[in-house]
Structure formats: C-alpha cells, structure tokens
C-alpha cells in the first residue's frame, strides 16, 4: 500500500502516519524527521536545510527531490510506504509522480487532513519533540505530557520545544503551507485515490480511514 499524507503543519500527519505503520506494516517516510536528523548529524545537506526550517520556510526542492529518490528506492519501500510531509510544493508532487510511474508504483490514497487554523496554531505551541533524532517522539503539553517532565517516556532524552515551534515561526511555516501546499489538494483532487478527512482525534480519524481501505 502506498500512502500519501497531506495536511497542514499540525493537522496531524505525523500521529496518523505512525499509527497507519503500525496497523498496515508499512513504513513511514517523514521528510521533516530525515532533515531533522540531518541537521542534528550537522551534515552538509542538515546544515543547509535548517537555514530555511528555522524560518520557518520550504527547504529548496532539489534537495527534498534527490533526498527522497534515493529513499523510495530502499529495499524497505518495497512492501508499500506512507509519505509523511512530502510532497509539498507542485514541483515535488510532479516529480513525485514521474519517479513512481518510473518505479512502476503507484498510489492506493491520498489523505488529505483537514484542522481547522485556531486548533493547528494551539496544538503546535504546545508540542514537545524527543530530542534524540532516533526517537523523535512527540508530545503536548496538556493532552500528552511525558510521565517525567522534560524526560522521553521511550528513551529517556530530553524533551524540547522545536526552534521552528516558536509562535511567530509558526505563523510563518502555515503562510507558508497556505501558499505552496495547498494548491495540491486541488492537484491530487482529480485522482479517484484523493480524499479528505477531519482531523481532531486520532482514534476518530483512524477509523474514517480504515473504512477507506
Ligand atoms: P510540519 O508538517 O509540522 O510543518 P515537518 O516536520 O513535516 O513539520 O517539517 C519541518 C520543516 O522541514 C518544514 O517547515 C520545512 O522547512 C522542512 N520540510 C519538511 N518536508 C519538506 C518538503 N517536502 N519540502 C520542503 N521542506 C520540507
Ligand atoms: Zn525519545
């Protein structure tokens, strides 16, 4: 099964795609956590990325683009993936599109989450995130806190606000969404694989998205 997850920062892909791995045995490819990893590993490709994350913009297409061919092309994707944050722009979704069709895959759904702007602002100022790359957990401040403050309840890492989880950074990254992601709902709107669904608890959503398969 091939997933792709679209939705606002916050609307929820990341919770949704976890519990889609889990249920489906596929694995979840999440742009925003291979950079985060990158960043944190200070490679070239992390130090040059978190430029832009930190501001709350797109990182350039050319860099998602090759970082993502060579991950689709990993033996784990080869018994399905969900696309957790990518494509973001319309150059990546048609590239996208010509990489799989030169993979000869194609796409079983396209979830589009659908949150309302006043819950995305509230639930990413306060969201915490694992600070350990290999981890990444995440948690809220009020409807999910670790049992330990400041401590991951998986590795034991410390917990932190993500420096692009400030407020003004945030406004910033759903301007930034309002402008060159949501033009593909439209996009992917003509695939018969294409649908939306409200994303204001988990359990709920998960269930809308079963009844799909
Ligand atoms: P969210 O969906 O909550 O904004 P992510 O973890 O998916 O968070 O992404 C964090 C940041 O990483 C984004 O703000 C952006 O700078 C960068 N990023 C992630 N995926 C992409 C992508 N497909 N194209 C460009 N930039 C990306
Ligand atoms: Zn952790």
Redesign the pocket.
């Known amino acids: 099964m091939r997933v792709i997850m679209l939705g606002a920062?916050?609307a929820g892909?990341g919770t949704m795609s976890a519990l889609m791995e889990k249920k489906y045995g596929i694995v979840q490819i999440?742009?925003?956590?291979i950079?985060r990893a990158e960043v944190k590993a200070e490679t070239d490709l992390g130090l040059k990325a978190s430029e832009?994350?930190n501001r709350?913009?797109?990182?350039p297409d050319d860099i998602?683009l090759g970082m993502m061919k060579n991950r689709l092309q990993k033996n784990d994707c080869s018994g399905g993936f969900i696309l957790d944050?990518?494509?973001?722009?319309l150059k990546?979704a048609e590239d996208l599109g010509m990489m799989l069709e030169r993979l000869g895959m194609g796409l079983d759904a396209v979830i589009n989450l659908e949150v309302p702007e006043d819950l995305l602002i509230r639930r990413l100022t306060s969201r915490r995130t694992c600070s350990n790359p290999s981890c990444q957990a995440v948690y809220n401040i009020y409807t999910m806190p670790p049992k330990k403050e400041g401590v991951c309840d998986i590795c034991g890492a410390e917990i932190i606000q993500r420096e692009?989880e400030t407020e003004e950074v945030i406004r910033k990254?759903l301007a930034t969404y309002n402008e060159k992601t949501a033009p593909l709902i439209r996009y992917y709107s003509g695939y018969d694989v294409f649908f939306s669904v409200p994303c204001l608890e988990a359990g709920e959503t998960m269930d809308k998205i079963v009844e799909r398969f």
């Open positions: 920062p916050g892909k999440s742009t925003g956590d950079l832009f994350m709350g913009d797109l990182v998602i944050g990518f494509p973001r722009t990546q692009d990254r």
